[in-house]
């Protein structure tokens, strides 16, 4: 099982960074995609989620700035992320999960950093 992030990098406020996250080894369809981050000293906490089917959820302080999205034929989950600010810089993970009410499977990539400079 493998997800890589790529994407990251600097930017100015204001600018945009589109991340990847590619997905391998389990059934990436059947899974939802995060999207997490974590700034120094501070804890990991939830940028976006989709479902399996679709259906998106955002923080509040991301919406209208970033969109969530996955394309299932080519097993990977994207974050758009428009109107970036300072307060965005982050490392960004990629999280995978799948959860019935026997099973709960949790799988997570290594991390790609965002930085916006003001």
């Known amino acids: 099982v493998q997800l890589v992030e790529s994407g990251g990098g600097l930017v100015q406020a204001g600018g945009s960074l589109r991340l990847s996250c590619a997905a391998s080894?389990?059934?990436?369809?059947?899974?939802?995609i995060g999207w997490f981050r974590q700034a120094p000293g501070k804890e990991r906490d939830l940028v976006a989620t989709?479902?399996?089917?679709?259906?998106?959820n955002y923080a509040d302080s991301v919406k209208g700035r970033f969109t969530i999205s996955r394309d299932n034929t080519k097993n990977t989950g994207y974050l758009q992320m428009n109107s970036l600010k300072p307060e965005d810089t982050a490392v960004y993970y990629c999280?995978?999960?799948?959860?019935?009410?026997?099973?709960?499977?949790?799988?997570w990539g290594q991390g790609t950093q965002v930085t916006v400079s003001s």
């Open positions: 080894g389990f059934t990436f369809d059947d899974y939802a």
């Open positions: 999280n995978a999960r799948f959860r019935t009410i026997v099973t709960d499977r949790d799988y």
């Open positions: 989709i479902t399996s089917g679709g259906i998106t």
